[in-house]
């Protein structure tokens, strides 16, 4: 999805999904509004497969997000840029990875798509999933933020010395 239709999207989703001051989302699948999601025309093998899709949630640093997606009758190659793990809600469709093992997947069935791979898929007749995504972090960028996460649980360690825990201070105020 562009940057322009993935914020559309999720102005729609947001009319279904809540999300608390905690960060939790919760998003009811009834009355989606699904936004266009063309696939790419040089990757289509056979059918016309029209794509919908609409971002409910994202992680607060941008790397990982979840969406619903669904798509018509059609044969296309998939790019998967990041890592994707699916659930399948609906219809069913046939994937065949890189190595040319073939899988079908069916309501209720989930699946992981590794970052940068290609995978054929054939839609039979109607495919509705859930996808959380998650961006690979490229390994020169990896250092600062392990570094990062773990000045923060330091941090956290101290404050708890010092201050006690969020439990703890509850129950002082109480």
């Known amino acids: 999805m562009t940057d322009t239709a993935s914020a559309s999207a999720l102005g729609a989703a947001m009319a279904v999904a809540d999300r608390t001051p905690a960060g939790l989302t919760l998003a009811r699948l009834e009355g989606l509004e699904l936004m266009p999601a063309p696939i790419n025309p040089d990757w289509v093998l056979e059918g016309a497969p029209q794509a919908r899709a609409v971002q409910l949630a994202s992680g607060q640093d941008r790397y990982a997000n979840m969406s619903v997606w669904d798509c018509t009758d059609g044969r296309f190659n998939w790019y998967f840029g990041c890592d994707e793990a699916v659930y399948i809600l609906e219809g069913s469709v046939t994937v065949t990875g890189p190595d040319g093992e073939v899988r079908k997947l069916t309501a209720g069935d989930t699946a992981y798509f590794p970052a940068f ?41 101290l404050y708890t010395a010092a201050f006690g825990s969020p439990a703890d201070r509850r129950r002082r105020a109480s």
């Open 117 to 157: 791979t290609w995978f054929e898929w054939q839609v039979h007749g109607y495919v509705r999933k859930v996808a959380f995504c998650h961006d690979v972090v490229p390994p020169l960028a990896r250092l600062p933020l392990r570094i990062y996460a773990r000045l923060s649980r330091i941090k956290a360690r």
